[in-house]
């Protein structure tokens, strides 16, 4: 759907100028408007939809066959591109089909932007190794299974 596509692209704008805007560091905001950090619900994990979990999943089993030849050095820029454009086409989806209430899907944004930035980053766009994109990748995964209710989730293992 059109709205999907358009909330997509302006996520992935404002992400890649924001990233531009603050220096390349990512976890360094100047100003007021500073995004939300990840919270709980009240202490509780978000709910989550069967599309989201199964497109989590996807995203992590990809990187769970990835890590131990990103960690042996056994993979090239070819593999990273592939596994960019896997995360990133995952991600769309997610966006597109998730169905979550607003304050859920605003903190899933902040995942989202993780993923999409370690995916750039994988990409050999952000002139820092394509390596620091995979870590960045693991880590929004990791908040994921700490901040979302997502029954048997586990972390792929490098």
Known sequence: DMNGKLLLSALIL???TGLHAA??????????????QLQLNAGKQWATDATLRQTMNEINQAMGKALP???GNRFSDGDYQALAATVSQKVAYAVENCKLDA???AMLHLV???LLA???????KAGTPRHDGAV???QALKSYG????HPGWKLAQG
Request: glycine share 12%; no cysteine.
């Open 103 to 105: 304050k859920a899907d």
């Open 23 to 36: 220096g390349g560091d990512a976890h360094h905001h100047h100003g007021e408007a500073a995004p939300q």
């Open 69 to 71: 030849l990103i960690h």
């Open 136 to 138: 960045q990748v693991m």
């Open 14 to 16: 404002t992400l890649s």
């Open 112 to 114: 989202i932007a993780d």
């Open 146 to 149: 700490k901040y979302f209710r």
């Open 118 to 124: 370690g995916a750039e980053v994988m990409e050999g």
